[in-house]
Structure formats: C-alpha cells, structure tokens
Nanobody, 115 residues
Framework: QVQLVESGGGLVQAGGSLRLSCAAS????????MAWYRQAPGKQRELVAE???????NVADSVKGRFTISRDNARSTVYLQMNSLEPEDTAVYYC?????????WGQGTQVTVSS
C-alpha cells in the first residue's frame, strides 16, 4: 500500500519560513520522481517544484529563489524548504510521487501565510 504523508505546514507570518516533509512508503522511493504541488482556494492545482530520481530539480518561477526542493532517499522523504513566504503562498501543499504511468498523491498539508 502506497502512502505519502506530508507534514510541516502551519500558520506563519509573511517573510517567515517553513519546511515541508513528505514521507513515502510502499514504493521504491529512489526510483520515483517527486514533486510538490499546491492548490489555493478557487484556483487550480499548480506545480511548485519537482526533483527527479537522479536529483535534478525544477522550481516554478513564482517561487524561484525562495523555495528549494530536496530528497533523502535513505529516509524516503522529499522536502520543500520555503523561505520569504508571502500571503500568495497560502494553499494546501501536496506531495506527488510519479514513475512511468503511476502517480501517487499525499493528502496535503495546509500552509497559511498572514500579512
């Protein structure tokens, strides 16, 4: 059974930082590309950052220079370090594991940034 469990969300003031974690089980973590998406109220889910099984990263323009994605294959965990948070970053953040035709989603963690 595949499980992706996000943690680290919460309420933070603008300019603050949070680190999200996504712990995976039931998959060969090192073989999966991993990503973070977010969905704000009334908006579509959007890609925030992704990291391949080989460690290459891609970050959305809206968070470039502020957010960093990383992975620890020994812990089967992917991280999203979020700095200089803005109210516009308020959303539910979801973890995605993908390999070939298979996509697995976590349940999401709420991030709220107050101004």
């Amino acid at each position: 059974q595949v499980q992706l469990v996000e943690s680290g969300g919460g309420l933070v003031q603008a300019g603050g930082s949070l680190r999200l974690s996504c712990a995976a089980s039931g998959i060969i973590f090192s073989a999966h590309n991993m990503a973070w998406y977010r969905q704000a109220p009334g908006k579509q889910r959007e890609l925030v950052a992704e990291i391949t099984s080989g460690g290459s990263t891609n970050v959305a323009d809206s968070v470039k220079g502020r957010f960093t994605i990383s992975r620890d294959n020994a812990r089967s965990t992917v991280y999203l370090q979020m700095n200089s948070l803005e109210p516009e970053d308020t959303a539910v953040y979801y973890c995605l594991a993908k390999r070939r035709a298979w996509n697995y989603w976590g349940q999401g963690t709420q991030v709220t940034v107050s101004s």
